[in-house]
């Protein structure tokens, strides 16, 4: 990797040191480029003229999303975030009362409201699978929860509020060995590891563009194998999505943007697909291993910090650091590292509940070093860290 390259394809980075790529990471200047442009062309020739005039490209962001994640164009929607790509296919999901749900200690909190949601409306049951000793989901006990009444597996890949990388891969071979249909949240995998849907059996993937793949906030992506597109009817339609046949029928569109509505920011569009294409450009298994080289490296640093306490789970750790200090407040601390131009941020027990009720989590700082960062910005932070002890 030529990260001095990378880095000055970054205009954020002559702004100060970012290391938040778990929250919404730095964009490249080209990045910046796509969105800009677009809308000032919208601006100049009108949004309609503007859409028809790029066509050709903005239609090759669902090859860009599809290639990322070793998915076919066809099994891809794009959405406004991660969250609306993974209720679209849970809410449409025909789950009914009785019909049991297995997620994992480490689920998003969004997902988990939507898990009480659906239990309230349609009497589903949700069971959490325990963790092994090291944090992760525990494998086998997740064999032995699965019943008949077992309807779908729907886990969160990498959390929110850690390092931790639950065996996702693992979690696939046994949902496909159920034939149980597999919901996989991949919003903080997606940009920092290398992701395809086929080694991972998943029959659905949720994730955003803003986090390690650093594309525009406001965009989002589905992918949903190929056998389920038929079977879905979302649980809501327009005309774009189920095209008017006559004036007492509708027929849904073939493919996954069935999930999708008419009206659509195309500038962030042309943003994202920019995004996926220079992360493939750079390699995922390169991103990977810098990234997550410089979160290793950032976690022994910071147990040279007295009272420092790395709170990340699992035996693999990922590039997203959470620890705690002691006699540091996290909401302080982080302001003044932001006056110091240091960005890093928090991460509150609301957002993975149950794993912060499990552990008794406080609020705890999260930095998340991407691969354009290097040891100087690590131990930049140290430093300030060290002089707020
Ligand atoms: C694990 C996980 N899943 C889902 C989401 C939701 O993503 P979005 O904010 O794009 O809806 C987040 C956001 O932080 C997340 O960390």
């Not at 599809?66 to 991660?82: P, S, T």
């Not at 046994?174 to 597999?182: D, G, L, M, S, W």
């Not at 008794?360 to 960062?373: G, I, Q, T």
């Amino acid at each position: 990797m030529d990260i001095d390259k990378i880095r000055s394809e970054t205009p954020g980075l002559s702004h100060g040191i970012h290391m938040l790529a778990c929250g919404s990471a730095l964009p490249s200047q080209s990045v910046v480029d796509a969105v800009v442009e677009f809308t000032q062309l919208e601006s100049r020739i009108g949004g309609y003229e503007a859409h028809t005039q790029e066509s050709t490209m903005l239609d090759a962001t669902y090859d860009s999303v599809a290639r990322l994640v070793g998915a076919q164009r066809h099994e891809i929607a794009l959405v406004e975030n991660a969250t609306v790509a993974w209720c679209q296919v849970f809410y449409t999901l025909p789950l009914k009362a009785g019909d049991r749900i297995i997620t994992c200690q480490a689920e998003y909190a969004a997902n988990y409201v939507a898990f009480l949601h659906r239990q309230k409306k349609d009497g589903i049951e949700i069971d959490v699978v325990p963790n092994d000793e090291a944090g992760a989901l525990d494998i086998t006990a997740l064999d032995a929860l699965i019943t008949d009444r077992t309807a779908l597996i729907a886990i969160t890949w990498v959390p929110t509020n850690g390092g931790l990388v639950n065996p996702a891969a693992k979690v696939g071979a046994i949902a496909a060995k159920h034939q149980i249909p597999y919901l996989l949240d991949a919003c903080q995998a997606v940009g920092q590891m290398p992701v395809d849907v086929t080694t991972l059996k998943c029959d659905f993937l949720s994730a955003t563009g803003r986090k390690f793949l650093r594309g525009p906030r406001g965009t989002g992506f589905l992918y949903i194998k190929e056998k389920w597109l038929e079977r879905l009817e979302p649980v809501m339609l327009d005309h774009f999505s189920a095209p008017l046949e006559d004036s007492s029928l509708y027929s849904l569109r073939s493919d996954a943007r069935r999930f999708e509505t008419w009206e659509n920011n195309y500038a962030l569009r042309a943003g994202l697909k920019v995004a996926c294409d220079y992360a493939m450009v750079l390699g995922l298994e390169k991103i990977q291993s810098r990234a997550w080289g410089l979160a290793a490296s950032l976690r022994e640093k910071l147990l040279g910090l007295p009272g420092t306490t790395i709170m990340d789970l699992g035996a693999e750790h990922c590039a997203i650091v959470s620890f705690t200090i002691d006699g540091l407040d996290p909401v302080e601390t982080v302001a003044l590292l932001r006056q110091k131009g240091i960005s890093i941020g928090v991460t509150t027990p609301a957002s993975t509940k149950l794993d912060a009720e499990r552990r008794h989590l406080p609020v705890m700082l999260r930095a998340a070093p991407h691969y354009f960062n290097n040891e100087d910005d690590l131990d930049a932070l140290i430093r300030a860290l060290k002089d707020m002890l």
